[in-house]
């Protein structure tokens, strides 16, 4: 057990742990796996996603080295200049596909949204840490609010996909809290009255389009209900075993429309099958559970609710996408976390386990101290 | 007050209630992820098949082949109508971005006419939506070469191969052989009330005449499929499975395409038909009509002002005259009702008549003219049909009277369908008291009856009956239904066509065959026989009749010359005959119409020249 012992402490010394480690590194070798069959075997686009994998697992060691003491301290000014980020991108954003998401600096071009998919939690987090927990109404409300300005500035532009998981980042750190149960039915009561506001001024045809498509595929089984059936058809069509890898009918002969982005796991069903499902869904549990223990194990309040958070967010990325593209939730355009193609959610995800492993690192050092 | 409390932290109480809202969020998350895995399951095991059916519907597509359709030979084995591959460009308008710059484009590169762009429009008119139509047909290699080059420029537009009928000797055979053209509205909605659009699913063309129309369901053959995967762009991926498809059934004719080609080329400018026919089995050996025209217009696809031509012409080149021509049969019906005279006793081998060179009947004023005005003098029933005597045969007439003429003529065929094996003919007309009731409302006069016994008035026949009626004496009796098919091939087995024949005519004396087909021998051997001269020195026995028919009743006291008349007024000029005398192999049937002379001097000489060739081409075979 010498040998383990050693390369325990290398991991320490670095800031990994080695089970998530372990868990995110083989979600990617599956992402790579299936973005070459999705592409239909383009080895170009296999090549960035492998790159993409690269910049966002060096972004998550860089960031799990940062001492959490600077994270915690940097949680209020990161969440500022997110929203004035955001006013930037509601004021002077570029426009693609309907959506201002984009905010050109000049040099660089950046999606202010995901610096806040970071900044929401982690200010939530500080803000209901500071004075322990469970907070008091008024810090509960004052934490809400907090919330509901960049959650309100992200629909918006609109990117309903991102608002809610941000939104739900914030609501997770108010129910890690010790929000009151009482309270939480009120939200819920109020949330199904906003429902109606909702869809009659803040949402978008589109967006309307989208539900109506989600609650009856089949009423235009050519036009919006077409992602949806070709998506269902493929992984209904994987059976038990799958087709085989690159084997997959509805997804080599292009059947099925963004297939290698937010439909990428239509694929993956219909070449590996329900065993291949369930393995997927392990993996993702593996992780999350093992997100939950770092945040089980966490000294500081901070820390918990912020590795708890982002945990359950990751959770609610997994739930939203798989269910979009099986029928059960609308499409509302949130990719498969770390499989999916695509380098943005990619980056912001590994920079939250970056945390994460940082948190759970962190722990282990005070007691070697 | 509370304030303060929460200012003593205490790290117990506070990771106590953390760790039950972490334990809470995991029950959560397991029944998500069970939600999650119950939807998989349902899609992937419970519903499995019918999502199975639904991909496999959206990527294989079933696409029919047609069958090779059967060939056609003549009875020696050469082929008449085949099967010949020819590159067309075809285009797709729904998948053609700029369909004018497109056309315009292939104009310049193909060298491709105004004309032929402008059919191209027309035929897309009468298409399917999504159907490939022919842009330019029978495209030269170096052309096929030229657009392959640029093929990728030219997004629905494609060449393709594939096989078109063509009938090798042309208009010589166009009646009977028929031809094969593009199905259209008419004939998809035959093949649907038959039940039979599926096997044409893939099939471009359908026999529209003659033997390619009536034997239509033997040369068509049955429709293979074939299962082919695609993407959503509708390629091409992969051939799955392949059911061929059946090709037709190969026809033999009885027809002999030298024996056409030849009577063809003698009718030369004149319009008329010919027909041989073996008496004994109804096989017919040749059969015209002119003027023709060229079936591979029709089986490439022939233009809107080509066919109005044919239409339009007033010489009806798409009537086949061989059956539904209805010519007055004039003298070459004199053997039968000769045959009906003994039979009824009216006369004997030995009766003589006068003749003076007209025929009157008793009060009345109107004179019947014998061709040959100062009269035959004595004639008996011979020479009434040697010389053809019109006198002998008005007195005949006039004595068996209209209704036992009838009863007795359509036991020959005359006025009805031979059922002879292509589907245009028609019955033309036997006239009787009835059909004259029934056609003008007026009764019917002895007058007529008398134009009756040299074949004229209403009395129509088409030349393939007058070859039933003639090969019915020359049978004593036996009446044969002519016949084009002689076996139907289907790969090494060989099918004999039905011989079929009728309801023969029975002589109360048998003998009274004998005297009449006496009398038809020296029509053509002795020196007094109208057709003597056309078979002089023939190498062969042989027997005939000719006939003139008038086109228009000529006035009494005018003179008929053929030179002065309106050209469509001219005679008819006919012949009926057969060989060899004793045993015969062959009748043959003359029909010219309009022309300058009569049966003897037009029709009879063509029938010898026929008889000629025909022997000397049996005899070559028979050396061979």
Request: charged residues 20%.
């Amino acid at each position: 057990m010498r040998s383990n012992n050693e390369s325990n402490k290398w991991l320490q010394r670095f800031h990994i742990d080695g089970p998530l480690f372990l868990g995110l590194l083989t979600l990617a070798v599956l992402s790579l796996a299936t973005v070459y069959s999705a592409s239909g075997q383009d080895l170009a686009m296999t090549e960035r996603q492998l790159i993409r994998i690269g910049l966002a697992f060096t972004a998550m060691l860089v960031i799990a080295q940062i001492p959490l003491s600077a994270v915690e301290r940097f949680s209020l000014p990161l969440f500022a200049l997110g929203v004035v980020l955001l006013l930037g991108v509601l004021l002077f954003g570029e426009s693609s596909k309907g959506a201002q998401r984009w905010l050109n600096l000049g040099v660089v071009t950046i999606q202010p949204s995901e610096i806040m998919k970071l900044a929401v939690p982690m200010t939530i987090a500080w803000f209901l840490a500071e004075h322990g927990i469970p907070p008091t109404k008024r810090r509960m409300a004052a934490a809400f609010l907090l919330l509901m300005v960049p959650t309100l500035m992200i629909a918006k532009q609109p990117d309903l996909g991102t608002s809610i998981l941000i939104a739900s980042s914030g609501i997770f750190v108010l129910f890690l809290a010790g929000i009151s149960w009482r309270l939480i039915i009120f939200f819920a009561a109020a949330l199904g009255a906003f429902v109606p506001v909702l869809w009659l001024f803040l949402m978008h045809d589109y967006q309307r389009q989208r539900v109506l498509t989600f609650l009856d595929p089949e009423r235009d089984p050519l036009g919006a209900g077409y992602q949806i059936i070709q998506s269902k058809i493929a992984i209904g069509s994987g059976g038990v075993e799958g087709k085989g890898w690159l084997q997959g009918t509805q997804s080599q002969l292009e059947f099925l429309p963004e297939r290698h982005t937010d439909f990428i796991f239509s694929v993956f069903s219909e070449e590996f099958g329900l065993v291949g499902v369930i393995g997927l869904l392990l993996l993702y549990g593996f992780v999350v559970f093992r997100g939950m223990i770092i945040a089980m194990r966490a000294q500081k309040v901070y820390q918990k609710l912020l590795a708890g958070s982002l945990t359950l967010t990751f959770f609610v990325y997994v739930l939203v996408n798989i269910g979009m593209v099986s029928g059960l939730l609308p499409v509302v355009g949130v990719p498969l976390p770390l499989i999916s193609y695509g380098g943005t959610s990619m980056v912001t995800l590994l920079a939250g386990f970056g945390l994460l492993m940082a948190i759970a690192t962190n722990k282990r050092l005070v007691m070697h101290d | 007050m509370k304030h303060k409390r929460v200012t003593i932290r205490d790290h117990h109480a506070e990771s106590a209630l953390f760790g039950r809202r972490v334990f809470v969020s995991l029950i959560i998350v397991v029944l998500a992820f069970g939600v999650l895995f119950t939807n998989m399951y349902h899609l992937q095991v419970v519903d499995h098949q019918s999502f199975q059916t639904r991909s496999n519907d959206n990527r294989i597509k079933v696409v029919p082949l047609a069958p090779n359709r059967g060939l056609i030979y003549d009875r020696r084995g050469r082929l008449l109508a085949e099967n010949r591959p020819v590159m067309s460009l075809e285009v797709t308008p729904e998948k053609v971005q700029d369909l004018t710059q497109t056309l315009t484009e292939l104009q310049q590169l193909l060298a491709i006419d105004d004309e032929t762009v402008a059919e191209f429009h027309e035929s897309r008119r009468r298409e399917r939506r999504f159907n490939q139509i022919i842009l330019l047909d029978g495209l030269t290699e170096q052309q096929a070469a030229k657009f392959a080059v640029r093929q990728h420029e030219f997004p629905g537009v494609s060449i393709e191969a594939r096989l078109v009928r063509h009938y090798p000797y042309g208009e010589a055979i166009t009646h009977a052989l028929g031809y094969v053209a593009k199905i259209n509205r008419n004939d998809l909605n035959n093949l649907r009330e038959q039940d039979k659009q599926a096997n044409y699913a893939a099939t471009r063309v359908i026999g529209k005449l003659g033997i390619e129309r009536y034997y239509e369901e033997l040369l068509h053959g049955t429709i293979g499929y074939q299962q082919v995967e695609v993407d959503i762009h509708g390629r091409n991926i992969r051939t799955l499975s392949v059911e061929p498809p059946i090709p037709g059934q190969d026809l033999h004719l009885e027809l002999d395409i030298e024996l056409q080609q030849f009577a063809y080329d003698l009718l030369g400018d004149e319009r008329g038909s010919i027909i041989l026919m073996d008496p004994n089995d109804g096989a017919i050996r040749a059969m015209v009509s002119k003027p023709s025209y060229d079936p591979n217009w029709f089986a490439q696809g022939i233009s809107y002002s080509q066919y109005q031509s044919l239409l339009s012409s007033r010489h009806s080149p798409l009537l086949n005259r061989s059956t539904q021509g209805g010519y007055p049969p004039a003298s070459t019906v004199k053997p039968q009702l000769a045959v009906l005279g003994l039979e009824q006793g009216i006369i004997t081998p030995t009766t003589k008549i006068w003749d003076p060179g007209w025929f009157q009947i008793d009060g009345v004023d109107h004179r019947y003219r014998d061709w040959l005005a100062w009269g035959h003098g004595w004639v008996n029933v011979t020479d009434a049909i040697v010389e053809s005597c019109d006198t002998f045969y008005y007195d005949l007439a006039l004595k068996l009277g209209i209704d036992s003429i009838h009863d007795d003529m359509v036991r020959y065929g005359f006025g009805a369908r031979t059922g002879i094996d292509i589907a245009e003919e028609s019955s033309a007309v036997m006239p009787s008291r009835g059909w004259k009731r029934a056609r003008f409302n007026q009764p019917w006069y002895a007058g007529e009856t008398v134009s009756i016994g040299i074949g004229q008035s209403y009395w129509t026949t088409t030349p393939i009956q007058l070859a039933v009626g003639t090969a019915v004496v020359v049978n004593r009796g036996e009446r044969p239904v002519p016949r084009l098919l002689h076996a139907i091939q289907e790969g090494e087995v060989v099918l004999p066509a039905v011989v079929e024949t009728r309801e023969p005519v029975t002589l109360k004396n048998p003998k009274n065959w004998d005297v009449v087909l006496r009398a038809l021998n020296l029509t053509v051997s002795s020196i007094k026989g109208t057709a003597h001269s056309a078979f002089k020195d023939a190498t062969f026995t042989s027997g005939g009749k000719t006939g003139t028919a008038q086109v228009r009743s000529i006035g009494q006291e005018e003179e008929y010359n053929a030179e002065e008349i309106d050209e469509r007024y001219r005679d008819n000029a006919m012949y009926v005959g057969y060989a060899p005398a004793d045993n015969p192999e062959l009748v043959v049937v003359i029909a010219v119409e309009n022309t300058i002379g009569g049966g003897g001097s037009v029709a009879a000489p063509m029938a010898r020249k026929l008889l000629d060739f025909y022997f000397e081409q049996e005899q070559r075979y028979a050396q061979q």
